[in-house]
């Protein structure tokens, strides 16, 4: 009876993280402010800007993008995986994704984006090179293959779990 009662207690308690995701949602919201407040911002300097600079505003304009479905990602696949089914009505667009992300495939989603979120890091201080000396961006490229060997070796265990 004790087992019994401690086990629905532990399985209800998957509920603590829906606030956690809808958290994440508002994250999204503060991430989409920043966006757009970075276009308003660049926008009236688009002429005198630099081509350089500006390939520079628009590496930070992907980058909130590529953080923003990160967030979409995380917080769906999490809720679905850990809390419950998303029940949406026939006449609502379901992304093709949603109900086929594991925890697994999660990890490697989540991964991945940090490698390209890395990436474009990486050539942003790179389109700077000039201005940053040698030691920093030799660490920025170490950290930079530390991402993308650990989602290769991710990668590589889940291949190997799945068989």
Do not use: C
């Not at 989409?32 to 276009?39: A, R, S, T």
């Not at 940053?132 to 190997?160: C, E, P, R």
């Amino acid at each position: 009876m004790i087992e019994r009662i401690a086990e629905k207690f532990l399985y209800a308690s998957r509920w603590l993280l829906a606030p956690i995701y809808l958290g994440l949602s508002f994250g999204l919201l503060l991430l989409g402010l920043k966006f757009f407040q970075e276009v308003i911002h660049v926008l009236p300097l688009v002429f005198s800007t630099k081509e350089a600079d500006l390939v520079l505003v628009i590496l930070s304009l992907i980058d909130l993008s590529l953080v923003g479905g990160l967030l979409v990602m995380v917080m769906l696949s999490g809720y679905e995986n850990f809390v419950s089914n998303i029940d949406l009505d026939n006449g609502h667009e379901k992304l093709s994704w949603l109900g086929k992300m594991d925890a697994g495939s999660l990890k490697q989603k989540v991964a991945a984006s940090i490698v390209a979120i890395s990436s474009i890091h990486l050539l942003q201080k790179f389109m700077n090179v000039q201005s940053i000396d040698n030691d920093k961006l030799m660490w920025f490229v170490i950290i930079h293959l530390t991402f993308v060997v650990s989602a290769i070796g991710m990668a590589y265990v889940d291949k190997i779990n799945k068989h």
